[in-house]
């Protein structure tokens, strides 16, 4: 029986992107060491380019826990949906800023401009993961640009990674297109990564490795398309109805039974997503550094 209701276990297939629960797949290792050789060669701007639920973010959380291993200062911010003239203040709030250079009264655009200056002097990059640039305000990525294309001192040791979705990259600005060093596109998972994904959630979590049979595997390939986000929460939820039903394992029909319920519970939207992401965007640019 399929019995494990403990509370302190962590949840075998998360939603939330975490480095505990990425799933390294070649391609996906790949990723990661594209991303790692940017700052290790000082390169000043990478972009992941992905559809949406390929695991972009989850990509991105994993990447900037392993270069602050590496001695790199890091900072994540998601710019979608931000207005202009808040994400600069969202990102120092996220550098380890001192509480006098915090509060000193000076341009938002100046301490940042600091921070990275004294990080240079330190030898440490200073790596920008923007996550959403596509999404974001205009004058981000103005900023983004300054930032890669600056031969100041200060901006040497300064690495920009961009997210962005396939449909919406055309709206992320040339120079940071065609400045990218590294262009990573995130696949569709095969059958191979789903049965990869499967073992490693239920390894992490002490549950039999032959839990999901094979046809369950391609049967939820099958249902989600290859899309990341799709097998997690099919995953997840197969094994909550394995509990319920004190199921042994979980085969194919689990898989379908469970599939008809998200479908019903999360109907498909993306006509309406990709809508947005096509709609023109005229913005007024505020320049933060002049």
């Given at each position: 029986?399929?019995?494990?209701?403990?509370?302190?276990?962590?949840?075998?297939?998360?939603?939330?992107?975490?480095?505990?629960?990425?799933?390294?797949?070649?391609?996906?290792?790949?990723?990661?060491?594209?991303?790692?050789?940017?700052?290790?060669?000082?390169?000043?701007?990478?972009?992941?380019?992905?559809?949406?639920?390929?695991?972009?973010?989850?990509?991105?959380?994993?990447?900037?826990?392993?270069?602050?291993?590496?001695?790199?200062?890091?900072?994540?911010?998601?710019?979608?949906?931000?207005?202009?003239?808040?994400?600069?203040?969202?990102?120092?709030?996220?550098?380890?800023?001192?509480?006098?250079?915090?509060?000193?009264?000076?341009?938002?655009?100046?301490?940042?401009?600091?921070?990275?200056?004294?990080?240079?002097?330190?030898?440490?990059?200073?790596?920008?993961?923007?996550?959403?640039?596509?999404?974001?305000?205009?004058?981000?990525?103005?900023?983004?640009?300054?930032?890669?294309?600056?031969?100041?001192?200060?901006?040497?040791?300064?690495?920009?990674?961009?997210?962005?979705?396939?449909?919406?990259?055309?709206?992320?600005?040339?120079?940071?297109?065609?400045?990218?060093?590294?262009?990573?596109?995130?696949?569709?998972?095969?059958?191979?990564?789903?049965?990869?994904?499967?073992?490693?959630?239920?390894?992490?979590?002490?549950?039999?490795?032959?839990?999901?049979?094979?046809?369950?595997?391609?049967?939820?390939?099958?249902?989600?398309?290859?899309?990341?986000?799709?097998?997690?929460?099919?995953?997840?939820?197969?094994?909550?109805?394995?509990?319920?039903?004190d199921l042994e394992q979980i085969d194919?029909?689990?898989?379908?039974?469970?599939?008809?319920?998200?479908?019903?519970?999360?109907?498909?939207?993306?006509?309406?997503?990709?809508?947005?992401?096509?709609?023109?965007?005229?913005?007024?640019?505020?320049?933060?550094?002049s």
């Amino acid at each position: 029986m399929v019995r494990h209701n403990d509370p302190s276990r962590p949840a075998t297939f998360a939603d939330r992107p975490e480095p505990t629960t990425f799933y390294r797949g070649p391609a996906q290792e790949e990723a990661l060491a594209r991303l790692e050789w940017l700052v290790e060669q000082r390169q000043r701007c990478g972009l992941v380019v992905a559809g949406a639920g390929m695991g972009k973010s989850h990509l991105a959380v994993t990447a900037a826990r392993r270069l602050g291993g590496l001695g790199a200062e890091v900072v994540m911010l998601s710019l979608a949906g931000l207005p202009e003239g808040e994400w600069l203040e969202l990102l120092l709030d996220r550098l380890s800023l001192d509480p006098e250079s915090r509060a000193e009264p000076i341009r938002s655009w100046l301490k940042l401009e600091n921070r990275l200056r004294e990080n240079t002097l330190l030898g440490r990059p200073t790596v920008l993961v923007l996550e959403d640039l596509d999404r974001g305000p205009v004058d981000a990525q103005e900023a983004a640009a300054r930032l890669i294309t600056a031969a100041e001192p200060r901006f040497a040791t300064v690495t920009v990674i961009a997210t962005a979705r396939t449909d919406g990259v055309r709206h992320v600005a040339d120079e940071l297109r065609s400045r990218a060093a590294v262009r990573v596109e995130l696949p569709l998972w095969n059958e191979a990564d789903v049965v990869g994904y499967l073992q490693a959630g239920l390894e992490r979590t002490g549950r039999p490795g032959d839990l999901f049979t094979p046809t369950a595997a391609a049967t939820m390939l099958r249902f989600a398309r290859g899309v990341p986000q799709v097998v997690g929460r099919l995953a997840e939820l197969a094994l909550a109805a394995a509990e319920v039903e004190d199921l042994e394992q979980i085969d194919s029909a689990t898989i379908e039974s469970v599939w008809r319920e998200l479908a019903a519970a999360e109907p498909d939207r993306r006509g309406s997503a990709e809508d947005a992401d096509t709609a023109p965007r005229f913005r007024a640019v505020r320049r933060l550094w002049s």
